[in-house]
């Protein structure tokens, strides 16, 4: 048991440390995207180039530079969460009604300001939207990470696996769907709450 307890809080954070760097680097550069349309084009392309690559073919990759351990992982992860971070913070961004931008304009708010009070509010939903999907992909490719010397719930997937051990098997496999589960739900909860929010509000 807390051999699956363990693991359970090295997959978690693996994730984690993942999907943080991508909304680190990516909630900025989406809004700096927005006034700059050409360079959102290429950068588009690079991402979405990023996201056809095999799990295992970018392990490999960054293992050439990273090594053999868990920052491996979290890197691919990094690279693999910032199309749904980026593409949804930037659609949730664009989104919002120039009217309501012109008006808070024409009251004398501040760029900084409607950023911050307009934009960036009335963008949540589709923000935690890129968020919840890069989670949920991030704890399946934490499993992978087996493969490059990680640890986590996959290497009891993997010792389960070699020694045909089902038990041990699913002590991997059973965490990583119900951990899945919860973060997809948990966090949908949050959208639905603030996209009622801000129908109410309109």
Same mark, same amino acid.
């Given at each position: 048991?807390?051999?699956?307890?363990?693991?359970?809080?090295?997959?978690?954070?693996?994730?984690?440390? #993942?999907?943080l760097?991508?909304?680190?680097? #990516?909630?900025?550069? *989406?809004?700096?995207?927005l006034n700059?349309?050409?360079l959102s084009?290429?950068l588009f392309?690079?991402i979405?180039?990023?996201?056809?690559?095999p799990?295992? !073919?970018?392990?490999?990759?960054? %293992?050439?530079?990273?090594g053999?351990?868990?920052s491996?992982?979290?890197?691919?992860?990094f690279?693999?969460?910032l199309?749904?971070v980026?593409r949804?913070?930037?659609? #949730?961004?664009?989104?919002?009604d120039?009217?309501t931008?012109? !008006? *808070?304009?024409g009251i004398g708010?501040?760029?900084?300001?409607?950023?911050?009070?307009?934009?960036?509010p009335?963008?949540?939903? %589709?923000?935690?939207?890129?968020?919840r999907? !890069?989670?949920?992909? *991030?704890?399946?490719?934490?499993t992978? #990470?087996?493969?490059?010397?990680a640890?986590?719930?996959? %290497?009891?997937?993997?010792r389960?696996?070699?020694?045909?051990? %089902?038990?041990?098997?699913?002590?991997? *496999?059973?965490?990583?769907?119900v951990?899945a589960?919860?973060?997809?739900?948990?966090?949908g909860f949050f959208e639905?709450?603030l996209?009622?929010?801000?129908n109410?509000? !309109?």
């Open positions: 048991m807390s051999n699956v307890v363990s693991a359970t809080l090295v997959h978690l954070q693996i994730a984690f440390l #993942g999907v760097l991508a909304c680190i680097v #990516g909630l900025p550069l *989406a809004a700096y995207l700059h349309s050409k084009r290429y392309l690079i979405d180039a990023i996201q056809t690559v799990t295992l !073919a970018m392990l490999t990759f960054v %293992m050439l530079i990273f053999l351990n868990n491996t992982v979290i890197v691919a992860i690279l693999y969460s199309f749904p980026i949804n913070t930037y659609l #949730g961004l664009s989104s919002v120039p009217g931008i012109r !008006a *808070a304009r708010m501040t760029t900084l300001q409607i950023f911050t009070k307009i934009r960036f009335l963008a949540m939903p %589709m923000i935690l939207t890129g968020v999907l !890069a989670v949920v992909s *991030a704890l399946g490719i934490a992978t #990470g087996v493969f490059i010397g640890g986590g719930l996959g %290497m009891l997937i993997w389960g696996i070699q020694t045909r051990n %089902m038990t041990m098997m699913l002590s991997g *496999a059973i965490p990583v769907s951990l589960v919860f973060f997809e739900y948990s966090i639905k709450k996209i009622r929010k801000s109410h509000t !309109a």
